[in-house]
């Protein structure tokens, strides 16, 4: 696994580190994410996992609205890392990894559904949980519980009777 040192030598001073229960973070930025993650895939990290986001809206210490976030796992060695990338409104855009790990595909998919952050690039970024004509983000801080009221907006499905 490459140390910060290495990382920050290549990337730049930007990058920080963090371990959580044996799980190493590594937080880049979001201009440099496509590049990171093309050399930690070259250096040995085959297989995304996952990748998800977090909205850290009401999170006192943030200093960024969301995080997309990436496992990785080097398959021979075991390694795991995490690596993180902030974003901020209006501009909620990351290159696409479906052109690294074919895997992304529905990942990238799920987190543009829930949180609304677009992956340029993506060959079929649509909606994959929520209807199509569904306008908000239901995984965002600042949706409400009980939605905008949409629910009435959709036809009722009934189950068939057997």
Request: no cysteine; hydrophobic share 40%.
């Amino acid at each position: 696994m490459p140390s910060l040192a290495e990382i920050q030598a290549k990337f730049g001073a930007e990058i920080d580190e963090s371990s959580f229960r044996d799980n190493r973070r590594i937080v880049v930025p979001s201009a440099k994410i496509y590049e990171i993650l093309s050399w930690l895939k070259d250096g040995g990290f085959n297989m995304l996992v996952d990748v998800t986001a977090v909205d850290y809206l009401e999170y006192p210490e943030a200093t960024d609205r969301f995080h997309v976030i990436y496992s990785l796992l080097n398959m021979d060695s075991g390694e795991r890392l995490i690596v993180k990338t902030p974003l901020n409104l209006p501009e909620l855009e990351l290159p696409t990894v479906t052109t690294l790990w074919m895997g992304a595909d529905w990942m990238e998919r799920e987190v543009y559904d829930m949180y609304g952050i677009v992956f340029a690039g993506h060959p079929d970024l649509r909606r994959i949980l929520m209807p199509d004509e569904f306008t908000a983000y239901p995984l965002r801080k600042d949706y409400p519980r009980k939605g905008f009221g949409e629910r009435h907006n959709f036809p009722v499905i009934t189950r068939a009777e057997s």
